[in-house]
């Protein structure tokens, strides 16, 4: 993931303050001009990233200014640094505005609108096939008569994703095949109905009359708008001109698996109070992520997703056991690309160590992958313990060594003794949030179990 690149950088600047033995003003000064170096380069807007600067200095200055120089003060003030980044990260991607939420039980109608290219119908079949997993009764709805083709790639990749789909390959109002499917997909009870609008005309203002006749004849409960992360904070000005001539109450910007420009993206339309819903993350269907403010930055900067981490263990435990067993074993030969659950769970782990996202994804699945030749030669009870039985106690209860335990895992995994203390040391925080995921097992076992 691009992103990952801001996060290293981000969290490199921590480090720095971590290291730091005394956080006066220069040592703040010396964190905020990599950090915001960092944001600049992922192409945040120049006036969002000096607020940003501004905004922690402000908050930090009082607790710089006062007290002494103690250790425990000087954690506490590399701690406020911290939280104060923070905040001021969530705010820069934060609308302050709820989006709308599908209810089960009714029909929801969303409508997609956007320029051709910037994965609008692509986007579309990922978003019926989240829906639908979510067992709302979901259908796309193709209104686009504008491009040659788009109908037979709704029903590509509709057919593909076992979605159900509308479209006419002889009418030529879009405003007539919106309004008949969705009154057929009403009738049959649908609970999320998609309507995928064209992104092109032969002139602008023809577009964004026939988005509006469409939202007239449809009424959508939320519009979203589809946008290209590769325009970064150009962002802005493409969805203030969707804005001003056909509203929309949502945001969806994709392809950010491939551009460095995702942050500003992301930024540039928070700036606009529109809620941005999901990220599109690649070209498959389940490459859609779910984005809300503080999880986003918080799995940016390696602290975890714990929420998504829980949504996407219940997406693989309904997911087709047979399937799951299937792709595990081509990740673990090295046969597939795309290891999907397994790279996705490590960004969400809380404490998983940044340098297993670093890289390709095959990087961070070879990695991955290694992880799990270590749990594969646990015992249970190893697997099932604390983590204590790796380490020779001292009389007082603190750990002065490993065990014999740790050489016997490393030589059974093919992997070094330094890797298996790595994931030990990163145990505690994961036998936390397999805690909070309700299970006796630990989470070991929950990645034993994707294989
Ligand atoms: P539309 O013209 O807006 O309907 O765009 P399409 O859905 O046809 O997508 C245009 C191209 O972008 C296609 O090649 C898609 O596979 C690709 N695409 C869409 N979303 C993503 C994404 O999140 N990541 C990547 N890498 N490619 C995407």
Redesign the pocket.
């Known amino acids: 993931m691009v992103l990952a690149d801001l996060g290293r950088k981000l969290n490199a600047a921590f480090s720095s303050l971590s290291r730091a033995t005394v956080v006066d003003e220069k040592v703040l000064d010396a964190t905020l001009k990599e950090i915001t170096a960092a944001l600049l380069e992922s192409d945040v807007n120049v006036k969002l990233v000096a607020s940003l600067r501004q905004k922690v200095k402000v908050k930090v200055k009082a607790a710089l200014d006062g007290g002494s120089s103690d250790k425990s003060k000087e954690a506490n003030r590399k701690n406020l640094v911290q939280k104060a980044v923070f905040d001021e990260l969530v705010h820069l991607v934060d609308p302050g505005v709820e989006p709308y939420k599908p209810k089960k039980g009714q029909c929801n109608i969303l409508m997609a609108v ?10 579309c079949t990922k978003l019926a096939v989240y829906y639908q997993k979510r067992g709302f009764k979901s259908c796309i709805v193709c209104a686009d008569t504008f ?1 040659a083709g ?1 109908f037979d ?1 709704t029903r590509q990749s509709a057919t593909k994703a076992k979605v159900a789909y509308f479209g006419s390959y002889t009418e030529t109002d879009p405003v007539v095949i919106a309004a008949q499917g969705v009154a057929k997909f009403k009738k049959e009870r649908f609970e999320v109905i998609i309507v ?1 609008t064209s ?1 092109r005309h032969k002139q602008e203002s023809e577009l964004f009359r026939e988005m509006v006749q469409i939202g007239e004849a449809v009424k959508p409960h939320m519009t979203i708008l ?1 946008l290209d992360a590769s325009i970064g904070q150009a962002a802005e000005a493409q969805s203030r001109a969707f804005k001003d001539s056909a509203d929309f109450g949502a945001i969806i910007v ?5 551009h460095a420009k995702g942050g500003g993206a992301i930024s540039a339309v928070a700036a606009t109070k529109t809620p941005i819903i999901f990220l ?4 498959h269907l389940h ?1 859609l992520d779910r984005f809300s403010p503080q999880p986003f930055i918080s799995k940016l900067l390696g602290l975890g997703d714990m929420q998504g981490l829980m949504e996407h263990m219940q997406d693989l435990a309904t997911q087709n056991p047979d399937k799951q067993k299937e792709m595990a074993k081509k990740t673990r030969r090295g046969e597939t690309k795309h290891p999907g659950p397994i790279s996705k769970i490590a960004s969400m782990i809380p404490g998983l160590p940044q340098e297993l996202l670093s890289g390709s994804d095959e990087e961070g699945s070879l990695r991955m992958k290694r992880m799990i030749y270590i749990t594969d030669s646990m015992t249970s009870t190893e697997l099932d313990s604390d983590g204590a039985v790796f380490m020779d106690m001292s009389k007082d209860g603190k750990p002065v060594g490993l065990t014999w335990r740790v050489t016997r895992v490393a030589k059974g995994s093919g992997t070094s003794v330094r890797e298996v203390e790595e994931l030990l040391c990163q145990y505690r925080m994961m036998a936390n949030m397999a805690k909070q995921a309700g299970g006796k097992n630990g989470w070991l076992q929950a990645m034993q179990k994707m294989q």
């Open positions: 956007g320029l051709q290219g910037n994965g609008k119908t692509t986007t491009r788009a790639q995928d992104g589809i994709t392809k950010m698996d491939g599109g993350v690649g070209e490459d």
